[in-house]
């Protein structure tokens, strides 16, 4: 590692220890113990605050650096940009704004229009608000409701985890805001915990479920459906065959917007540019973040059609009619400046090709630690975004209990590798290990990675 050694440290870790209030962590055990601190990043490598190296299989714990750290080039560019023009509210345009829109929209065959927010909560509810509004101006408001789904999951703040379909995700903040309706998971590993699931066609049967609780609820009524494509921290849920094409059918039969949460698929990490593209489907609304600008400035992006957009500008005479939201934030120039190079870097490097050949590398290598290990209950993926699910009993399905789970990610930890759970998640089912490096990741990493696990799968269950 360059830079600091240990002992220069020593100030920031206690800066940390009495100041930081870290993200999604108990800080109990750091009165004794402490934070760990990431201080540099070259490609999937990271070095904590003991000069320690750890090959990051989690993209920055949170599958959002899929280019890698240390990218200069984004680097230089977001300087020159910054140095030019910084930051104008967006009621204007920019430079980079305006490239970015254009080249992402190359990426969207069917979208048109590009709002840019800070975070992935936030662009979700660009998109609740736009629906909303919808309803007021063409349907009196009635048609105002938002479905989710459950183990789903849309954001941190109060509205977007109205739309949460992770309970305990969400305990002890409600209540929320209402309008929002759960609907039932797609997750083929545990349709036998699903009244009436059947053996064959469970995709279809998944996607009826959907149209049932529109019809409960009175098609005037809802007004979108928003769906991850392939579920992130509800237990990486790949959908089960003909789940898709049947959710637009249902969308199209009852004038509902199809709203797809790509604030993790998007911009590469399943092996297309966007998770709905592997399932010839056509969203209304697409909303990203995480990987957008791999994290070297903070990004987010609600897309829409260009029906969508029309809604906003039929009546210029209305003093209320267009779209009054506004993100401060998403008029600084650094988000689609990196933007813009975190995608050349995909295309140059012909990283989507890259994913979709290491995701099926990774998906290979812990289907063949699941016939070593029993306690593998399910291994699923798309691309660089894979899962193991754990169980203590192959036949039954138990899960393993979440702290089984956190010790094998603490023992790849030790290893210096770092890999993710599900976590805080579905009551009970904590219990899914979750891979995402970067997109640049080599066969060697990812062999290195699932040897870490196959070494901490043996010491933590024999
Ligand atoms: C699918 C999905 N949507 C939205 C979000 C929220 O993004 P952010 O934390 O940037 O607000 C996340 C975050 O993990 C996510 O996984």
Excluded at 336 to 355: V, W
Excluded at 382 to 390: S, T
């Amino acid at each position: 590692m360059d830079g600091q050694s240990a002992n220069d440290l020593s100030h920031v870790i206690d800066a940390d220890r009495a100041h930081v209030w870290h993200h999604l962590i108990q800080h109990k055990p750091f009165e004794t113990g402490e934070p760990r601190i990431i201080v540099e990043g070259k490609g999937l490598r990271v070095w904590d605050q003991h000069g320690k190296e750890h090959l990051d299989a989690v993209a920055g714990g949170v599958w959002t650096v899929n280019v890698g750290y240390g990218r200069e080039s984004i680097a230089n560019a977001v300087r020159d940009q910054i140095m030019k023009m910084n930051f104008f509210g967006g009621t204007v345009g920019t430079i980079p704004g305006a490239l970015f829109a254009e080249k992402l929209i190359e990426k969207m065959p069917g979208m048109s229009r590009v709002y840019y927010a800070n975070s992935g909560s936030e662009a979700n509810e660009k998109g609740f608000k736009m629906v909303r509004q919808i309803a007021h101006k063409r349907y009196g408001g009635k048609k105002h409701k938002i479905l989710y789904r459950d183990r789903d999951y849309h954001g941190s703040t109060i509205a977007s985890m109205s739309a949460g379909g992770q309970d305990e995700r969400n305990a002890q903040y409600g209540p929320f805001t209402p309008g929002f309706v759960r609907v039932p998971h797609c997750m083929e590993y545990r349709k036998h915990e699903q009244d009436g699931a059947p053996v064959e066609n469970y995709g279809e049967w998944a996607a009826n479920q959907i149209e049932e609780i529109i019809l409960r609820e009175g098609p005037d009524t809802v007004g979108a459906l928003c769906l991850e494509p392939v579920t992130a921290g509800g237990g990486v849920i790949t959908p089960p065959e003909g789940y898709w094409p049947r959710v637009q059918e249902i969308c199209k039969k009852y004038d509902i917007l199809l709203h797809i949460d790509e604030v993790v698929c998007g911009v590469g990490r399943t092996g297309e540019w966007f998770g709905y593209q592997h399932y010839g489907i056509q969203p209304d609304i697409v909303t990203m973040a995480k990987g957008v600008a791999s994290g070297y400035a903070a990004i987010s992006i609600c897309v829409t059609t260009e029906a969508v957009f029309d809604m906003f500008k039929d009546n210029a005479d209305d003093p209320l009619n267009y779209f009054r939201d506004i993100s401060t934030f998403g008029g600084c120039t650094s988000g689609p400046t990196a933007a813009l190079e975190n995608m050349r870097i995909i295309e140059d490097e012909g990283l989507l090709a890259n994913t979709t050949a290491m995701g099926a590398r990774l998906v290979a290598n812990l289907n063949a630690l699941a016939e070593k290990h029993k306690v593998i209950g399910d291994v699923r993926g798309k691309g660089l975004f894979c899962g193991a699910e754990l169980v203590a009993d192959r036949d039954s399905k138990d899960p393993v209990h979440e702290k089984l789970a956190a010790a094998v990610v603490a023992d790849c930890m030790q290893q210096g590798v770092i890999i993710g759970a599900t976590n805080r998640s579905v009551p009970g089912k904590n219990n899914t290990l979750c891979f995402s490096p970067p997109l640049i990741a080599t066969a060697d990493d990812i062999d290195e990675i699932t040897t870490a696990v196959d070494g901490a799968l043996t010491r933590v269950f024999g």
